[in-house]
């Protein structure tokens, strides 16, 4: 008896070109990450008498330690630690807020259609392209009316105003693909508008859930603008710690605490994309942006 083979097809020419091409890409453009590392790894004297691109000869975490607990931001030397808490007290409640907005008003609009609603959206619109200094002044002033100026609440109140259109529209499209049918029925059985939302429109959203909270985990985490005009002296984010550490002036410019710095304060982010990044592109060809 004889039994059939198959062969994998070679790899064409073509092929191997388009390999080596993403190959050299990904090289480029993880070159820096790279740097990063391996200097925040490398003692000061390792840093003045080795090159750029070489490998640590004895890793150290020393300047982690540093950026994290004594590095010099301005005149305080505590390190990043009070501005990674601050961050994380304001992106926690920023971005669950606006995401539960964001689906209750997504829910709204595509199905619980009211007069003026497109109109509603169109204006909620507006916010996604609005440049983020024009709403400095009138926020100042609203955080100011509020007695929430300087503070992380302020902090979280802002985030939560300029991320609403960008959750909005994610939600709308979103749901706009959902059968109007589930709803009708729902409403048929006697179903009101939060038993629907709770229990039919919210269990079909987990693709769009991940997107928004990912978007805006991101978004919020690596904003500076805000965190820089509206907090103050012990609410300010880690962006801004960064920003004040790195332009601290000292007789030795430490090169390692600066990487090991900018490293902790982009951990964060680079965790949630490398554990949920799969998630969020599913989520995105699901309808996330399709309008």
């Known amino acids: 008896m004889t039994h059939a083979t198959t062969s994998r097809p070679a790899l064409s020419l073509g092929r191997l070109a388009l390999f ?7 090289l480029f453009y993880l070159t ?32 982690w330690a540093k950026a994290w607990s004594s590095a010099c931001t301005g005149t305080d030397c505590n390190g990043l630690k009070p501005f990674f808490l601050n961050s994380v007290a304001m992106v926690v409640p920023a971005v669950l807020i606006s995401t539960a907005l964001g689906a209750i008003n997504g829910y709204v609009l595509t199905k619980w259609r009211f007069r003026g609603s497109e109109l509603v959206f169109a204006l909620m619109l507006f916010g996604v392209f609005m440049p983020m200094q024009v709403v ?19 902090l979280v109140l802002v985030h939560v105003l300029a991320g609403l259109p960008s959750t909005t529209l994610f939600f709308r499209n979103y749901y706009a693909g959902l059968p109007d049918e589930l709803v009708k029925a729902a409403m048929l059985d ?48 880690i962006t801004v710690g960064l920003n004040n550490l790195a332009n601290t002036s000292s007789s030795v410019k430490e090169y390692n605490v600066d990487m090991a710095a900018a490293l902790i304060a982009a951990a ?14 599913r989520g995105l060809t699901a309808g996330a942006v399709k309008g």
């Not at 919210?202 to 690596?222: D, K, R």
């Open 268 to 281: 964060p982010t680079l965790l949630v994309y490398v554990l949920a990044g799969k998630y969020f592109v």
């Open 190 to 237: 006697g179903a009101g508008f939060w038993q629907i939302f709770r229990r039919i429109v919210l269990p079909l959203s987990g693709p769009i859930l991940v997107v928004t909270l990912i978007w805006q985990f991101t978004a919020i985490w690596n904003d500076f603008l805000y965190g820089v005009v509206f907090s103050g002296a012990d609410a300010k984010p």
């Open 20 to 26: 080596a091409a993403l190959g050299l890409l990904a």
């Open 32 to 63: 820096p990450l790279y740097v990063m590392v391996s200097t925040s790894l490398k003692s000061m004297d390792e840093l003045r008498q080795g090159s750029l691109l070489s490998i640590p000869s004895a890793p150290e975490l020393n300047a």
């Open 136 to 154: 400095l002044l009138p926020m100042s002033q609203v955080l100011g009316q509020l007695g929430l100026a300087n503070s992380l609440a302020g």
